[in-house]
């Protein structure tokens, strides 16, 4: 069998290698012998362990039942994951410090406060390294006591047309480190405790990387990137307290509490890190997520299908500062989210639908506003799913826009489903569309409306490492003053651990 000169380099990269393979398996293969991971849509892909290399595999005779995929924000645990998480959490004692199990929550709020243990992606191009044993074999050994984080890393080069100031070419690295390590698990009574904290860490490449960002360049409302940030250095949106009670019917968040993280969750749309890559397609613009300042966040799940989050933060606080820096009462948000999440609807399969109504003020006057937040899978068997965001707000206290709809199509594994590339079937493709209204600013704007299509393909290289080319349109930019159309190209390396 002949080999292509590209995948014989590719391969040669990688001193240490050893197939992941994700066949179908045979009837003998049950979840005491598998891998549990998740596709790009959230669903299990059973991967037997005598297809994985034994430094991949969890260490110990308890590993495997342990075994937990990182979990998707914004969607419902698989049934075969639940399953396995509720074995594990059975085996805890009555009361446990730094368990190795995580608290057993229900199932959405599970996707909201949990982690898993595995950094690992089906699918992958090139066969795992010795890069991917390092990755992984940490998270095993610190979830084993009481940690468990997920890191993402990203290298991303851009390069756009019609800017309005500085470079057309601009590049940067992001580090996103998000974790929970359970303190202590109270079975008996239905609690648990652990600390919840997000670290990132932002440096811009080349002479201009720590000047200029795409936003300012091209007079936009929305970024071409949620992760370019115009502070470098590290800066820290989340560090808390979460309890949870009624044996996880009820978790409660307070300190410093990035409310991003919990509120307009989206499971096909939700991170720049190996989705969409434009803000409004990662967050909504109209809802006031607060970080970095203090707040609380209240989430209730009393059924499988239905959820309410209310959130509270106050401050003045911006990205790298303390939260008490410039403290002022006459800076608050107050959201709530409330969620019908079923397993299956109409037989279309899993989705989530969310009505956001929220009240803020920012130094000015206290204004209101409505979000609604949804993600439908499009049947059983189907690789398509739909996602979309719209809103409405206050424009003194709308975060950017006053008014948005970010809209879209995933599609798991596009090239396998034509036909064109079998073994390519656990990729990621999306298909995005932005409408944008400016909320109350000093710039001039130039267009009241702001339109955006994105097309974006993420490549699973190894098991741990995905490529990603993105290219975005932009017509009439809000605030440029140069040019209409503005055509962004981008190319991301996304390092998921």
């Known amino acids: 069998m002949s080999t292509s000169p590209s995948r014989v380099v590719a391969l040669a990269l990688l001193a240490v290698s050893c197939p992941l393979v994700t ?23 059973k991967v037997p362990t005598n297809a994985l290399p034994e ?65 690992l992606k089906p699918g992958p191009l090139l066969p795992s390294s010795a890069l991917d044993q390092f990755a992984q074999q940490p998270k095993y050994w610190l979830s084993d006591h009481g940690l468990r984080y997920s890191l993402a890393q990203n290298l991303t ?12 070419s601009q590049g940067f690295y992001v580090l996103d480190w998000n974790a929970r390590w359970n303190v202590f698990t109270a079975r008996a009574a239905g609690t648990a405790g652990w600390v919840a904290t997000q670290i990132e860490v932002k440096s811009g490449l080349g002479s201009n990387g720590a000047s200029q960002e795409p936003k300012s360049s091209l007079g936009s409302i ?31 968040v307070a300190g ?47 059924r499988e299908e239905w959820y309410a989050m209310l959130g509270a933060s106050a401050g003045n606080a911006n990205a790298g500062e303390l939260p008490w820096t410039d403290f002022s009462w006459n800076t608050w948000s107050l959201l709530g989210e409330f969620g019908y999440a079923p397993r299956d609807l109409l037989g279309l399969g899993p989705g989530v639908y969310r009505i956001q109504p929220f009240v803020a003020q920012a130094g000015g006057p206290t204004q209101g506003g409505l979000a609604v937040n949804v993600q439908q899978k499009l049947g059983e068997h189907s690789p398509l799913g739909w996602f979309g965001r719209f809103g409405f707000g206050g424009d003194a206290v709308a975060a950017g826009a006053s008014t948005q709809m970010g809209t ?10 034509l036909g064109l590339f079998p073994d390519r079937e656990f990729d990621y493709a999306g298909l995005g569309f932005i ?34 080319p993105d290219l975005q349109v932009v017509w009439n930019p809000a605030f440029n003053t140069v040019g209409d159309r503005s055509v962004v190209f981008q190319l991301q390396l996304d390092i998921l651990w």
Do not use: C
């Open 157 to 168: 080069f851009l390069t756009m047309s019609e800017v309005m100031q500085g470079d057309h």
């Open 408 to 417: 879209g199509l995933v599609a798991k594994g596009p090239l396998a489903h």
């Open 435 to 468: 409408w944008s209204q400016p909320s109350a600013t000093t710039k001039t704007v130039v267009h009241a409306n702001e339109f955006a299509i994105e097309m974006s393909y993420v490549l699973q290289l190894t098991p741990t490492i995905k490529v990603q």
């Open 256 to 302: 410093m509490v990035s409310q991003r993280n919990y509120i307009d969750g989206n499971a096909y749309a939700h991170s720049a890190h190996s989705q969409f890559l434009n803000s409004a397609l990662v967050h909504s613009q109209v809802l006031p997520l607060a970080q970095y300042n203090f707040g609380v966040n209240l989430q209730w799940q009393p």
């Open 222 to 252: 929305t970024s071409p990137n949620y992760d370019w940030s115009s502070v470098n250095g590290i800066r820290v949106p989340e560090l808390a307290w979460q309890q949870s009670l009624s044996d996880g019917r009820i978790v409660v």
């Open 55 to 119: 430094s991949l595999l969890p260490p110990g005779p308890d590993g495997l039942r342990r075994q937990l995929p990182d979990l998707l924000a914004g969607a419902n645990p698989p049934v075969e994951v639940r399953a396995r998480h509720a074995a594990a959490f059975a085996d805890l004692r009555e009361f446990e410090f730094f368990p190795a199990v995580a608290p057993l929550l229900m199932p959405y709020l599970a996707g909201v406060d949990e982690s898993g243990n595995t950094a």
């Open 23 to 45: 066949a179908p398996q045979s009837p003998t293969n049950t979840l005491s012998n598998q891998v549990l991971l998740l596709d790009v849509l959230g669903q299990t892909v």
